[in-house]
């Protein structure tokens, strides 16, 4: 069965540094999203990317976060310079067209040290 | 404003007992309503769905939920737990302002669900 897969797993990165998070969604999903977990709060919504561009974003999704889908298969999040309160635990998702199913990858944890 | 909630941060149940994790919602049309369980190390899984039709939704591995629109709850149920349904178990709702292409979801805060043998 096909399912969303995420890398690296685990990322330790130091404030300020830039980090990439890369998501491989299912192959014929349409709709794309980045979710994240602080650990012992609630799921976030943080954007939506859809035909190739964000359809829906957070206030958490500030100027720090950008989304990009380079190559017609990976979906990356990237955080510029990362502060000690984006530690989280972030998903990737994806979703088919006239479905409302998100698919959810194991998810990247993020430390920021 | 839209919201989910989990009333209980845990519920324990014994093996072969019936189970019930409790979700109500608050939104301001008609609700596009899931359940999703989260395994240790592992990512979100869909469970199951609510949308239209009938209230009772049946979903993966013998859980389902019932959808009340009075009562404004959607609470995950299964008639006979086993251990290895102990996991973490999510209500979320489909954020239904600004609609169209905006499909994000509005989580609980989760539900520990242990069963014991």
């Known amino acids: 069965e096909p399912e969303v897969t995420q890398t690296p797993s685990h990322q330790v990165t130091q404030m300020g540094q830039e980090v990439i998070l890369r998501c491989v969604p299912i192959?014929?999903?349409?709709?794309f999203y980045w979710y994240r977990q602080i650990l012992g709060q609630k799921v976030e919504f943080l954007v939506s990317?859809?035909?190739?561009?964000?359809?829906?974003k957070s206030e958490i999704f500030d100027d720090q976060f950008s989304v990009e889908r380079p190559d017609g298969s990976n979906f990356t999040l990237k955080i510029r310079s990362t502060k000690l309160e984006d530690s989280a635990m972030y998903f990737c998702?994806?979703?088919?067209?006239?479905?409302?199913?998100?698919?959810f990858g194991p998810g990247t944890r993020l430390t920021v040290t | 404003a839209q919201s989910v909630a989990q009333p209980e941060d845990q519920v324990n149940v014994a093996e072969g007992n019936p189970l019930t994790v409790k979700c109500t919602y608050s939104?301001?049309?008609?609700?596009?309503l899931f359940w999703y369980v989260q395994y240790p190390n592992r990512g979100l899984q869909f469970l199951l769905k609510?949308?239209?039709?009938d209230n009772l939704v049946k979903g993966s591995y013998g859980f389902e939920a019932e959808f009340n629109k009075s009562q404004t709850s959607f609470h995950l149920k299964k008639p006979s737990a086993l251990v290895s349904d102990s996991a973490l178990y999510f209500c979320?709702?489909?954020?239904?302002?600004?609609?169209?292409?905006?499909?994000?979801?509005?989580w609980g805060l989760g539900t520990s669900l242990a069963v014991n043998p």
């Open positions: 990317f859809y035909n190739n561009e964000i359809s829906e």
């Open positions: 939104v301001s049309g008609n609700p596009y």
């Open positions: 998702a994806s979703g088919v067209q006239g479905s409302y199913e998100q698919y």
């Open positions: 979320a709702v489909r954020d239904l302002t600004n609609a169209g292409n905006n499909r994000k979801l509005i």
């Open positions: 192959s014929n999903h349409l709709y």
């Open positions: 609510y949308i239209t039709g």
